[in-house]
Each structure stands twice: as structure tokens, then as C-alpha cells.
């Protein structure tokens, strides 16, 4: 490289900046990042899995305290730091991670529940098997504490991982973990794990998973456990709508029968009245079908996400069949998928119901329009009649006004020429009167129309 083209590298060098502080470098000024830039790159490594050894067990609470109960979970959480001694969460912290000496404790904030779980080495012996929930990793944690958690207890899972050199548990033995032979079951991860569960609550108030650890990684068996827990999570999550929508179908029922009613008699209305009398009783049934949308939609909704978590994270699994059991995917096939229809059915009847009434509210009121429509039309029509009339009443009414000003106005100038004659002026009052009746007459018609002319241009 000769000298010119090492001063040119070196000063373009010295133009890039070094970058890794403040915002990037280009040129001899830093750009000016934006400030959301760091929380933006750094969400999609939030939440990572723990890093897990097997042998291990596992116990996870997740508790459903609603969408304000933020601040809560973070002071409970501040309280077993403190009572551990360890690092307290940030103040806006909606996760946390943090090892309590002889057990490690993760922390995890949803939008209207959060997660708790508790991870402990297993202290099993090498190569011999005994129950692996006898003893779960819930029992380190302060029980004074643990009945403070703010919310209430919607899934408990506890979690065994064997290590590779334990044997695989014979159907007997599992059928007395699991307390019966209805357990589901598959190889996953490659054929580098196995994992059992029957998707039931315990006698203790927990449900159970069993995994086998026979060629996974630490950080890949934090993932498959992560996996298995929202699997169960996010399923009973999504059942919460199906309570909600047995229970609105009763109310739906009588909505619709009553509509059916109102389509019909919207043809064989005979007045105005009785077109405002079902409007007004459609717009009844419109304003309780949104009633029950507005109560039903969000759960409806988190119904469907969360269903849809379920899904991915079964096809994350990576499921291989065991011969003899049902898969994780077959289970929620045939016990969780037709819940999560009978729930899209309900949502889609309320929108078919919604559309109905609005259709139905829209021809009724059409209907009412057209028919005040006619009844204006049929008021202008007697309004110009009357106009028309009045008119007439006028003109004659100004007829007999001119004859009577003029009667009265000929009666003067009959005083006025028998006057001049009792002067001694030579004048017939008759001949008098008689020529000025037409001069009168017309003198007073001219003034009526000037005045009428006056008033009705000032209108």
C-alpha cells in the first residue's frame, strides 16, 4: 500500500467514526437514532428460555389477575428479592430472572395474567427411577409468600426432566405418575427428548409433565420445557371463552325469534304508528345484540390468539408418534379445537345477528320515511288548497272594501255638493254624485292594490 492510499485509509477511517456508542456513525456526525430504535431491536430477544440440566424439576403458576395488576406482581416479586437478598426487577419490568440460591425463579407479565415459574435441580439417583413428582420444586419457595401472589391460581403444572442414563418409565409406572393410562405422549425435538402429560389436575392441585432429556442442550431443553408449559397455559387460556359462550347462547336464542317476528309484520303494517312501534322495538333488539358483542368480543378474540399460540408451539415440538399413544396435536385436535369452534360459531352468529337487525333497521326506516314522505306531500298539497282559498277570501274581501270605502267616499262628496249649492253655487248634488262614482271606484281599487303590493313585497 503506498503512503497516499494509507493517508486515504485513515482519514476515511477517521470520517466512519467508531461505532458502538451513541447512535451510529457515518461520516464526521453521528446519526441521530430513534428512540424507540433499542426497545424495538432488543423485544425480539425479551423473555429468552431459561437454560436448563437435566436432571431438574420445574413447577409453574400462572395467575390470572387481569390487565392492572402490573404493579402488584412487581412489589410481591420485590418482597422475595428482599426477603433473599437479591437484585430487585426495574421499575418497568414486565419479566425478570434471578436465582434465589436453591432455586431459580422466573417471573413473566401477560396482558391479563402472569407466569411464575420455579426451577430446581433433581436430586434423583443415577439410572434408577422413582416418582418425580414427589417432591416438586414448588415446595422452595416461602409458603407465606406463595399464598400472596396477587390473582388467582388458572394453571399449575409441575415439570420432571430425567437425565439421558434414566430409564424410560414402563406403561405401569406411568399410568401410576399420571394416575391412570389416559396420557398423551411423543418423541420431540428430533428424537432428542420424549415427553408425557395427561393434561388433568392432580390430587395435589397441579397437572403433570414428564420429559426425557436423552441428547438435548441446556438452552434446548429450557426451550422444549418453555414449549410444553404455554402449550397447557395458552390452552386453558383459550378455553376461558367457552364458558362465555354457552352461557350467551340463551340470550341469542330469543333475540333472533324476535327479529324473525319483526321481519315478518314489517310487510303487513298498515299506519305510521305501528311502523315507529316496531322500529322502536328492532332498535331494542339491535341495542342487546351489542350488548353481548361488546361483552363477548375481547375474550372471543383472546380465544383465538391464543389458540393459535397453541398451535405453533405444537408445531415447534416437532412431535414423533409413540406407538400406542395419542400425540399432543391429536389431543387438542379432538378436546381443544371443537371448543375454540363452538366459540367462532357463537362470534359469527352474533355478527350474522348484528347484520340482520341492521338490514331489518334499514328497511324499516325506509319503510317509516317513504311514508312521511307521502304524509308531507299530502300536507303541502292541503297547504296550497288553503293558500288558493285564502286568496279568493282576499280578493273578495278587497272587492267589498273598494264598494264600501267607495259607498262611504260618494256619500261625502254627496254632502260636499249639496253644501256648495246651500252656498248659492249653481250645482246638482245627483248629477254630482252620479258622475263621481266611477272616479271614486276607481281611485279606490287603485290605492287596495297599491297597498297590497306594498305588504306583499315586504313578505
Known amino acids: 500500500m503506498t503512503d497516499g492510499a494509507a493517508r486515504m485509509t485513515t482519514d476515511t477511517l477517521a470520517r466512519a467514526g467508531t461505532p458502538g456508542t451513541g447512535g451510529a456513525m457515518i461520516g464526521p456526525r453521528p446519526l441521530r437514532d430513534h428512540p424507540l430504535r433499542q426497545s424495538l431491536t432488543n423485544e425480539v430477544h425479551a423473555r429468552p428460555p431459561e437454560s436448563l440440566t437435566a436432571p431438574m424439576r420445574a413447577t409453574m403458576l400462572a395467575m390470572l389477575s387481569g390487565e392492572a395488576a402490573a404493579e402488584a406482581d412487581r412489589r410481591h416479586l420485590e418482597a422475595l428479592c428482599d426477603w433473599a437478598g437479591v437484585v430487585r426487577p426495574p421499575q418497568d419490568a414486565t419479566h425478570h430472572s434471578a436465582s434465589f440460591g436453591s432455586f431459580h425463579l422466573k417471573w413473566e407479565r401477560h396482558t391479563e395474567f402472569s407466569t411464575w415459574t420455579v426451577f430446581r435441580p433433581s436430586a434423583m439417583p443415577s439410572g434408577s427411577l422413582v416418582d418425580p413428582f414427589v417432591e416438586p420444586a414448588l415446595q422452595a419457595l416461602p409458603r407465606d409468600w406463595l399464598a400472596g401472589l396477587p390473582g388467582e391460581l388458572l394453571v399449575g403444572i409441575h415439570v420432571a426432566v430425567l437425565a439421558p442414563d434414566m430409564p424410560e418409565p414402563s406403561p405401569t409406572m406411568m399410568a401410576a405418575m399420571f394416575g391412570s393410562e389416559s396420557y398423551v405422549g411423543s418423541r420431540i425435538a428430533g428424537r432428542s427428548a420424549t415427553a408425557w402429560t395427561d393434561f388433568r389436575i392432580h390430587g395435589d392441585g397441579f397437572s403433570r409433565m414428564l420429559v426425557i432429556d436423552h441428547s438435548m442442550t441446556p438452552r434446548q431443553t429450557g426451550r422444549v420445557v418453555q414449549r410444553l408449559l404455554e402449550i397447557e397455559t395458552y390452552r386453558v387460556l383459550a378455553l376461558l371463552a367457552l364458558p362465555m359462550a354457552r352461557g350467551v347462547l340463551p340470550r341469542i336464542g330469543p333475540i333472533e325469534a324476535g327479529l324473525s317476528d319483526v321481519t315478518t309484520r314489517i310487510a303487513s303494517l298498515r299506519g305510521l304508528q305501528d311502523e315507529r312501534d316496531l322500529l322502536d322495538r328492532l332498535t331494542l333488539l339491535a341495542a342487546q345484540t351489542e350488548q353481548i358483542a361488546a361483552e363477548t368480543a375481547y375474550r372471543f378474540g ?25 400425540t399432543v396435536r391429536e389431543f387438542m385436535d379432538r378436546r381443544l379445537t371443537p371448543a375454540i369452534r363452538t366459540c367462532e360459531a357463537v362470534e359469527e352468529r352474533l355478527d350474522s345477528l348484528s347484520q340482520r337487525v341492521a338490514r331489518a333497521s334499514t328497511l324499516l326506516r325506509t319503510r317509516v320515511e317513504i311514508a312521511v314522505e307521502g304524509q308531507n306531500a299530502e300536507l303541502l298539497q292541503s297547504m296550497d288548497r288553503r293558500a288558493q282559498l285564502q286568496l279568493r277570501l282576499q280578493e273578495t274581501v278587497e272587492g267589498l272594501s273598494v264598494v264600501a270605502i267607495s259607498y262611504y267616499l260618494v256619500g261625502i262628496v254627496g254632502y260636499a255638493a249639496k253644501g256648495l249649492k246651500g252656498f248659492g253655487l249653481k250645482v246638482d248634488p245627483d248629477m254630482l254624485v252620479g258622475v263621481m262614482i266611477p272616479v271614486v271606484i276607481a281611485f279606490v ?3 287596495v292594490r297599491r297597498i297590497r303590493k306594498v305588504l306583499v313585497g315586504e313578505h
Request: net charge negative.
Open 302 to 326: 383472546a380465544a383465538r390468539a391464543y389458540h393459535e399460540l397453541v398451535e405453533r408451539r405444537i408445531e415447534e415440538l416437532r412431535e414423533i408418534r409413540i406407538e400406542g399413544l395419542q
Open 445 to 447: 281599487w287603485s290605492g
